[in-house]
């Protein structure tokens, strides 16, 4: 799993105006295609134009995907708040409202706001919110080990053992921990990704403690974009915990 942040001239590339920047938060909050709410069908939702919402190809039912987010009731500029997420992201010290206010131009009280909601959102978002689901258009959840460090003065392997949980497109969740056994791994995985998800694995042996694989049509389907040597398995807790 990749954790090098960006350069600030990558995200620029990535993100140049507020239209990038809508479809994205639209995609990761959505994906491309999902069960209309109003009509219930399977569909596509375009762009209205001029406005922050996508309506479905269906029904002209509209979504609004900043509801609900730091930047639903705001006229700052969606590349403007992206860009004081992406000092968030960089600064190891945190942002200072008079940094915000000097680097894009904003009254004191704004960049003060806008450091707050990002704070307050990251504190939501940042491994306190467990991963997954079971609605239909829940994401998928990536699990993976990484082993960090090297041998010790004995010789003896000495790495820390990090897991990693990913939502497709969205959130992370990664937890050190003691060992890299089923009994050290799940009550993680178990604590962090809904009951029910979508989760994507490799095939090592700690994982097949999971429920036995239950292959869906759509996870048949991501996982044939993906990699073919991952399983999708849903995620069910051991009876007696909740
Ligand atoms: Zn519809």
Redesign the pocket.
């Known amino acids: 799993m990749s954790t090098k942040p960006p350069t600030l001239k990558q995200f620029q590339k990535r993100f140049p105006d507020d239209d990038v920047c809508l479809e994205h938060i639209m995609r990761v909050r959505y994906g491309q295609r999902f069960a209309?709410?109003?009509?219930?069908?399977e569909?596509h939702y375009y762009r209205v134009k001029g406005r922050r919402c996508y309506e479905?190809?269906?029904?002209?039912?509209q979504v609004y995907p900043t509801a609900g987010t730091p930047f639903e009731k705001t006229r700052t500029p969606l590349t403007d708040w992206f860009f004081v997420m992406f000092l968030f992201t960089a600064s190891r010290n945190g942002v200072a409202a008079k940094e915000v206010q000097r680097q894009i131009g904003v009254t004191y009280k704004t960049a003060w706001r806008m450091c707050k909601e990002i704070r307050t959102y990251m504190g939501t978002v940042d491994g306190d919110r467990p991963l997954g689901g079971v609605r239909p258009f829940s994401p998928i959840v990536e699990v993976d080990k990484a082993f960090i460090g090297g041998k010790d003065r004995q010789g003896q392997d000495d790495k820390a053992v990090v897991l990693g949980m990913m939502e497709r497109h969205g959130d992370v969740v990664t937890r050190i921990v003691a060992g890299r056994h089923g009994r050290h791994v799940m009550p993680q995985v178990t604590t962090w990704v809904i009951e029910g998800s979508r989760v994507m694995t490799d095939d090592a042996r700690v994982f097949q403690h999971m429920h036995k694989a239950s292959f869906t049509k759509a996870s048949i389907t991501a996982k044939k974009n993906m990699c073919a040597e991952k399983r999708i398995r849903t995620i069910s807790k051991p009876s007696g915990q909740t």
């Open positions: 209309c709410e109003s009509c219930g069908r569909a479905c190809e269906h029904c002209g039912y």
